[in-house]
């Protein structure tokens, strides 16, 4: 227990550490999606505080097999498990993702009781097309030339990681 104990506080005390530097890096009017990096120190750090005591006094034999070692790395999974939740939540702004359903979802707990129609009412094709355009062109997913865009390569490796991870969890459709 002391092992998931010690990855949570780690991933606490990185996720404290990430918004502070986010925070600084703004104010700056610096782009702060690199800082995410903070969670690749973390984690070598939680790695090596989980596995160090073993390494130093347990038994050698022990520490050769992985299959022999569940608690550190079970709370060094967890440790990861964390960070790329938080990066996913961290990171969808970046990706220009405000989610019109949860816009709906909060409407209708404040206003029950709206209909269709008064619902589209609070939406605008700025605010589902417009703004979305703007920023994968400001981020280099897309690119403009003309009239027309186009995806990049940057664009298209995020958009074959969604497939993936849609058609894993089988997930048809998003918003």
């Not at 909060?106 to 700025?126: C, M, N, Q, W």
């Not at 969890?169 to 998003?174: I, P, V, Y």
């Given at each position: 227990?002391?092992?998931?104990?010690?990855?949570?506080?780690?991933?606490?005390?990185?996720?404290?550490?990430?918004v502070?530097?986010?925070?600084?890096?703004t104010?700056?009017?610096?782009?702060?999606?690199?800082?995410?990096?903070?969670?690749?120190?973390?984690?070598?750090?939680?790695?090596?505080?989980?596995?160090?005591p073993?390494?130093?006094?347990?038994?050698?034999?022990?520490?050769?097999?992985?299959?022999?070692?569940?608690?550190?790395?079970?709370?060094s999974?967890s440790?990861?498990?964390?960070?790329?939740?938080?990066?996913?939540?961290?990171?969808?702004?970046?990706?220009?993702?405000?989610?019109?359903?949860?816009?709906?979802?909060?409407?209708?707990?404040?206003?029950?009781?709206?209909?269709?129609?008064?619902?589209?009412?609070?939406?605008?094709?700025?605010?589902?097309?417009?703004?979305?355009?703007?920023?994968?062109?400001?981020?280099?997913?897309v690119?403009?030339?003309?009239?027309?865009?186009?995806?990049?390569?940057?664009?298209?490796k995020?958009?074959?990681?969604?497939?993936?991870?849609?058609?894993?969890?089988?997930?048809?459709?998003?918003?």
């Open positions: 227990m002391i092992y998931l104990a010690i990855s949570f506080f780690l991933f606490g005390c990185t996720a404290f550490f990430h502070l530097l986010h925070r600084v890096l104010n700056h009017g610096m782009k702060t999606f690199w800082t995410t990096t903070v969670f690749l120190f973390g984690f070598l750090f939680t790695f090596w505080l989980l596995f160090a073993l390494a130093l006094f347990g038994d050698n034999n022990r520490i050769s097999s992985w299959i022999f070692i569940p608690l550190p790395l079970t709370a999974l440790y990861i498990l964390l960070s790329t939740i938080y990066i996913v939540f961290f990171a969808s702004p970046y990706a220009g993702i405000s989610s019109p359903s949860f816009k709906i979802l909060a409407l209708v707990d404040r206003y029950p009781k709206l209909t269709k129609k008064e619902i589209l009412r609070h939406f605008s094709d700025g605010e589902l097309v417009d703004k979305r355009l703007h920023d994968l062109v400001r981020l280099g997913s690119y403009k030339q003309g009239e027309r865009y186009f995806v990049s390569l940057q664009g298209k995020i958009d074959r990681v969604v497939d993936w991870y849609r058609e894993l969890l089988r997930w048809n459709a998003g918003g």
